[in-house]
Nanobody, 115 residues
Framework: QVQLVESGGGLVQAWGSLRLSCAAS????????MGWYRQAPGKQRELVAAITSDGVRNYADSVKGRFTISRDIAKNTVYLQMNSLRIEDTAVHYC?????????WGQGTQVTVSS
């Protein structure tokens, strides 16, 4: 059984920063990528940032230059450093783990950016 535990969400003012963490535990093998997605009310879930097992990073255009994804391979943990936050970044942020065999999702953590 694989579990993803997210932390670091919260309420922050515009132009502020937050750091999300996602720790994976359990019977994990053949990781292909880990990443963050978000879903705002009334909108579809969208990619924020992802990092492959080879260390290749991919970002949504809306967060390039502001967000940075990183990982700790030994801890099976992925981080999302979010700087210069905007009101439109408000959403539930979900961690995703993709292995060769299946995909796992975290329970989500709320990020709210106020003016």
């Amino acid at each position: 059984q694989v579990q993803l535990v997210e932390s670091g969400g919260g309420l922050v003012q515009a132009w502020g920063s937050l750091r999300l963490s996602c720790a994976a535990s359990g019977s994990i093998s053949s990781i292909k990528a880990m990443g963050w997605y978000r879903q705002a009310p009334g909108k579809q879930r969208e990619l924020v940032a992802a990092i492959t097992s080879d260390g290749v990073r991919n970002y949504a255009d809306s967060v390039k230059g502001r967000f940075t994804i990183s990982r700790d391979i030994a801890k099976n943990t992925v981080y999302l450093q979010m700087n210069s936050l905007r009101i439109e970044d408000t959403a539930v942020h979900y961690c995703k783990l993709a292995t060769t065999y299946r995909i796992y999702w975290g329970q989500g953590t709320q990020v709210t950016v106020s003016s």
